[in-house]
């Protein structure tokens, strides 16, 4: 049967047709800026499918009366779309992006890891105990900054403390164009906090530490507990290990919503706007210092130790910018290294066949 898909192309409805509800695609997450990278032929012979979880053996993908496991491949994540080859899925072709979350991933292959695409919200989500850390919420922000997508900061568990007003301004202090949504993880209290992000067709994410509540925040979503949860320990407030996959969850009559196992590990890679973004305010004093290569240490006329001194900036904000920093630059050198490497190994793979082609010819 030859699937009609002119209703997921701009102007594709009629003229004076009734209002219709979303399509199966658009329920997913298709939307303009997909369609205009295809042709209707095109569409027709190679439908399009969404990456909704990442599996070990597999990609599960799903579109219009499309639910099916695909070969995995390094090049595509959850949240990613596809035109599914339905001969050789292998074959299937990845759209362009609206956004990528990735980071170096853990170990020391020097690969970068992907880890969702097409995420219109990222919440960042850290929890009102000892487990709050302000470097990492910069290392979320800067992820976000890089990609293109708008974050909000996530405070859960405000029911467990007595006062949770010092969380909410050490978090809002980390930028001015992030917001901060103080709520109780459970019950309906998410769902109206965060009606604002999450509109039918949209995609949002939930990322943070093990234990802050990413699941309960979904299930909360989804009104039923369909993730299972579980305490954090009661010594150090650290969470325990629930979500083991990276999965988009469809919410009844709203968005998609991304579930991530809590990243023990961010290691920052090729994400130097997104630093610059987090510590606009380092930066631009940055460009007073009397020298262009000031390192805000001892200099004369720095700009920066003079904001500390005099109460403007906190020593240890620029303690931490200065690291995100370097271990940016040192990622960044590492990975075009192995880029490199494998560009050179390619060649010398491309020669050799041809040598030994030339050699089997009469």
Known sequence: MVR?????????????????????LETLGWDPFFAQQIDLEALTKTPPVRVVAVHRGGLHVVGDAIDRIIPPRPDATVGDWLLLDCTQPGSSRVLSRKSVVKRRAPGTDRQVQLIAANIDTLFIVASCNQDFNVAR????????????????????KTDLVADP??????????????????????GDEPTQALAEWCKPGRTVAFLG????????LTNALAGTPAIATQPIREDDAKGRHTTTRRELHLIPGGCLVLDTPG????????????????????????AKCRFSDCQHETEPG????????????????LLRWRKLLAEDAFNSASLAERRAKDVAFGKMVRRVMKEAKSRQQP
Do not use: H, W
């Not at 009609?4 to 199966?24: C, I, L, Q, V």
């Open 4 to 24: 009609d898909y002119s209703a997921f192309f701009p102007g594709g409805a009629k003229t004076g047709e009734a209002r219709r509800g979303p399509t199966t």
């Open 137 to 156: 919420l910069e290392r979320y922000i800067a992820l976000a900054f890089e990609a293109e997508i708008p974050p909000v900061i996530l405070l859960t």
């Open 165 to 186: 007003q010092a969380y909410i301004d050490a978090a809002r202090a980390l930028s001015d164009r992030v917001p901060v949504v103080p709520l109780d993880a459970r």
């Open 209 to 216: 530490s093990s234990g802050v509540g990413k699941s309960t």
């Open 263 to 286: 990243m023990r590990e961010l290691q920052l890679a090729d994400t130097a706007s997104g630093i610059a973004d987090v510590f606009e305010d380092l930066q631009a004093l940055s």
């Open 302 to 317: 720095c700009a920066i130790r003079a904001a500390i001194d005099d109460g403007r900036v906190n020593a240890a904000r």
